[in-house]
């Protein structure tokens, strides 16, 4: 039977994926999440023989139901093709004892590449299945690498035009370059003064506001989201554990069906996710660990239970993590209340208004798939040092917070570890050399990537050699207040 899709929250009736695609967020302000996960049905002794499209297909066609194997296979094609460096599409590499999961092969080389390369053609085969015949606006806040993703993801896709909004001050230069240099004519970037919590709830708001809707409605626009409150972001990223796992058959480094552990670098709870996700489909999964920078919001709440926004927002070198209000752990508190939409909206409810909330122990007791923790900034400075002295492999200081997770952590528990890379070095390549003891203070960003390339023999990524030259397209720059009439003037709303 096909998967139905709901909100967390309770409002409105359910709907198909596709329908869920395209509307992004629900109405009422919660998440769509499947009616159930549903299991695998491959054999996991099969996984070891497929590719990556197949994989994704096998994954997508359970919870995209209402797709059919015509239009799964036009999205996966288009998607996962050269457009990614290497055929493997997430080569697994092993380093000291532990699995690197390289997300980071496609063309912005972030692991937001892995879900945004499909995500428009998810979007715009969901259009012409529903019948929509206006302009798909795609609405999103970044932290960094979700703006550029998604700007290379629907650059000049016909029928759909972007509008992405990052912290000015809170991006590392080459993401701001990388997005500030985007070309196509319906690719629209603004850098709001505020942070990256800031620009997600000044966009969440957007999708609330039934006056703009009814405005967007007459003019011709429907807005969507390419943030990972999007299912069509979230189900693609299933695809990768499932992979990986594969992966790890075939090389024979696991036996069918032994359990591994999965440390994840977590931001917006939305790759996690996806490994809980992977988890309750019957992928053997024993522990999912999530590591935090110093804004370690989610380590608290599995800590204590509680979840609390109210604390300094600290820039970090791991960026696209500073985040202190993590949308898709919503559908996480959804699972543990036993799919009770009343309690997860008394919980969100509390959160937007005093800033914090407390789960019940029942709720407790089914977070025992997760275990937690966190990198300080000297932590994750050492971590890259510490991997490249060992093995000469260089990480990128998100991939850094979940090594030494998986150091202090992981490690202890003799499991197999599997670690989310979710980014190249080379997009950090500042904070990365500082981390290996470089002198930095009198090069720039270009000469460093450079140095980088020498140290770590790795290639420097076509990503990188793109922007070097490339001209400033995008500079406006608005208050974190005048995010929605920024919008208007874009579209020519008024
Ligand atoms: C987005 C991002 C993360 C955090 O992922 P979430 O799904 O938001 O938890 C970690 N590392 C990098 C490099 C990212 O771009």
């Known amino acids: 039977m096909d998967i139905q899709y709901k909100s967390t929250r309770g409002g409105g009736s359910s709907i198909t994926a596709?329908?869920?695609?395209?509307?992004?967020?629900?109405?009422?302000?919660?998440?769509?999440?499947?009616?159930?996960?549903?299991?695998?049905?491959?054999?996991?002794?099969?996984?070891s023989g497929l590719t990556y499209k197949?994989?994704?297909?096998?994954?997508?066609?359970?919870?995209?139901?209402?797709?059919?194997?015509?239009?799964?296979?036009?999205?996966?094609?288009?998607?996962?093709?050269?457009?990614?460096?290497?055929?493997?599409?997430?080569p697994l590499v092993k380093k000291d004892g532990a699995f690197y999961l390289e997300l980071f092969h496609g063309k912005t080389i972030a692991f937001k590449d892995m879900a945004l390369s499909i995500l428009p053609y998810l979007m715009t085969t969901s259009a012409k299945k529903n019948g929509v015949k206006k302009e798909i606006v795609i609405l999103t806040a970044t932290s960094?690498?979700?703006?550029?993703?998604?700007?290379?993801?629907?650059?000049?896709?016909?029928?759909?035009?972007?509008?992405?909004?990052?912290?000015?001050?809170?991006?590392?230069?080459?993401?701001?370059?990388?997005?500030?240099?985007?070309?196509?004519?319906?690719?629209?970037?603004?850098?709001?003064?505020?942070?990256?919590?800031?620009?997600?709830?000044?966009?969440?708001?957007?999708f609330?506001?039934?006056?703009?809707?009814?405005?967007?409605?007459?003019?011709?626009?429907?807005?969507?989201?390419?943030?990972?409150?999007?299912?069509?972001?979230?189900?693609?990223?299933?695809?990768?554990?499932?992979?990986?796992?594969?992966q790890?058959?075939?090389?024979?480094?696991?036996?069918?069906g032994e359990k591994i552990n999965v440390v994840v670098p977590t931001g917006n709870f939305g790759n996690i996710l996806a490994a809980y996700y992977a988890k309750n489909m019957g992928l053997p999964i024993e522990t999912l660990f999530c590591a935090s920078n110093e804004n370690k919001v989610l380590y608290d709440f599995f800590q204590t239970g509680t979840y609390n926004r109210k604390r300094p927002f600290v820039l970090t070198c791991s960026p696209s993590m500073d985040?202190?209000?993590?949308?898709?752990?919503?559908?996480?508190?959804?699972?543990?209340?036993?799919?009770?939409?009343?309690?997860?909206?008394?919980?969100?409810?509390a959160l937007a208004g005093s800033g914090e909330y407390e789960i019940t122990e029942d709720m407790r007791g089914r977070l025992s798939d997760f275990a937690s923790g966190f990198a300080t900034e000297e932590e994750t400075h050492a971590a890259i040092r510490r991997l490249y002295d060992r093995?000469?492999?260089?990480?990128?200081?998100?991939?850094?917070?979940?090594?030494h997770v998986y150091e202090t952590e992981a490690k202890k528990t003799g499991v197999k570890?599997?670690?989310?890379?979710?980014?190249?070095?080379?997009?950090?390549?500042?904070?990365?050399?500082e981390s290996m003891g470089q002198e930095c203070d009198s090069a720039t960003d270009f000469d460093l990537v450079d140095r980088l390339a020498g140290l770590s023999g790795v290639k420097v990524p076509q990503a990188i050699e793109e922007i070097r030259s490339a001209g400033i397209i995008h500079d406006t720059v608005c208050d974190k207040t005048e995010m929605e009439q920024t919008v208007r003037s874009i579209l020519g709303l008024d």
């Not at 509008?163 to 690719?187: A, C, D, H, L, W």
């Not at 093995?391 to 090594?403: E, K, N, Q």
């Not at 890379?421 to 904070?431: C, D, I, L, V």
């Open 54 to 90: 197949e994989t994704a297909y096998e994954v997508m066609k359970l919870f995209l139901s209402d797709f059919t194997k015509d239009e799964l296979m036009y999205c996966i094609e288009g998607a996962y093709d050269d457009k990614f460096d290497t055929e493997d599409i997430a």
């Open 208 to 246: 609330h506001s039934k006056e703009l809707a009814k405005e967007m409605d007459g003019a011709g626009y429907q807005f969507s989201s390419a943030n990972s409150i999007n299912i069509g972001r979230l189900v693609p990223q299933i695809v990768y554990y499932v992979y990986a796992y594969g």
């Open 323 to 349: 985040i202190l209000i993590s949308s898709n752990l919503e559908r996480l508190i959804y699972r543990i209340t036993g799919d009770d939409a009343a309690k997860t909206k008394e919980l969100m409810e």
């Open 18 to 47: 596709s329908q869920a695609i395209l509307k992004g967020l629900a109405d009422d302000g919660g998440l769509f999440v499947p009616d159930r996960i549903p299991a695998l049905d491959v054999k996991l002794e099969a996984l």
């Open 248 to 256: 790890l058959l075939k090389q024979k480094e696991i036996a069918c």
């Open 144 to 206: 960094g690498d979700t703006g550029k993703a998604a700007l290379a993801g629907f650059a000049d896709v016909p029928g759909t035009s972007i509008i992405v909004f990052y912290p000015k001050n809170g991006v590392s230069p080459i993401q701001e370059r990388q997005m500030v240099t985007q070309k196509g004519k319906n690719t629209h970037v603004v850098g709001i003064k505020g942070n990256f919590d800031d620009a997600q709830t000044g966009v969440k708001n957007m």
């Open 391 to 403: 093995t000469g492999y260089v990480m990128d200081t998100h991939t850094a917070v979940a090594s």
């Open 417 to 433: 570890t599997l670690l989310a890379s979710t980014a190249s070095p080379y997009k950090f390549a500042r904070s990365v050399m």
